[in-house]
């Protein structure tokens, strides 16, 4: 099973602010088979990139992944409140299917 | 707009067995190409995935599940559904449906990326 550890934990910032978020796997992930998801309380995650890179529908362009082998990184420029979240990167290379802790993005 | 909704009991004893139901509107889970997913996350914990069902039956578990869970698909009714055997508190969790895959521009069908969700709906076991 993959294993995906995430940091940091908790990063608050501002609204306005640029956030950096990072995702680590295990292992190096297969055709960068890496998505991340937002959670805001009491949702349901929404997907926001998929294959590491590529913008799910709807997504603001202010939301980019990036990264390859092993590591990823999801960008969030210029911060918007409804941003404060928590944000989940999740592997589907292998099986199962795992999630990282998450990063809880803090106003 | 495709939207899903989780409906079941919310409270399942002990020892017994959990079942889900997952209603897809807005398109066909006979959708060419996809699976439809589980995943839950206990109360101020983490997602795990469950299992995934295509429609045409092809079913992948979680292995720390496989031996409890059944997912199976009811194509007329346009729904898929969940049974979760043998429940002890660590089965207490918000349980989510979701469609599984994203089909590229070439009709490449990437498995294991869960958009849309439904809203989820917690299962308490509890005697």
């Known amino acids: 099973e993959i294993v995906l550890t995430q940091s940091p934990g908790t990063l608050s910032l501002s609204p306005g602010e640029g956030a950096t978020l990072s995702c680590r796997a295990s292992?190096?992930?297969?055709?960068?088979?890496l998505a991340w998801y937002q959670q805001r309380p009491g949702q349901a995650p929404r997907l926001l990139i998929y294959?590491?890179?590529s913008r799910a529908t709807g997504i603001p362009d202010r939301f980019s992944g990036s990264g390859s082998g092993p590591d990823f990184t999801l960008t969030i420029s210029r911060l918007e409140p409804e941003d404060f979240a928590v944000y989940y990167c999740?592997?589907?290379?292998?099986?199962?299917?795992?999630f990282g802790p998450g990063t809880k993005l803090d106003i | 707009q495709m939207q899903l909704q989780e409906s079941g009991p919310g409270l399942v004893k002990p020892s017994e067995t959990l079942s889900l139901t997952c209603s897809v509107s807005g398109a066909s889970i006979n959708t060419i190409g996809y699976y439809w997913a589980w995943v839950r996350q206990p109360p101020g914990k983490g997602l795990e995935w469950i299992g995934s069902i295509f429609s045409g039956g092809n079913i992948h578990y979680n292995p720390s599940l496989k031996n409890r869970i059944i997912i199976s698909v009811d194509t007329s009714n346009n729904q898929f559904s969940l049974r979760l055997r043998s429940v002890t508190a660590a089965d207490t969790a918000f349980y989510f449906c979701?469609?599984?895959?994203?089909?590229?521009?070439?009709?490449?069908?990437?498995?294991?990326?869960?958009?849309?969700w439904g809203p989820g709906t917690l299962v308490t076991v509890s005697s």
């Open positions: 292992q190096s992930l297969t055709s960068s088979r």
């Open positions: 294959a590491a890179s």
């Open positions: 999740q592997q589907y290379g292998s099986s199962p299917f795992t």
């Open positions: 979701a469609r599984d895959g994203v089909i590229l521009n070439g009709g490449v069908m990437l498995a294991g990326i869960f958009d849309p």
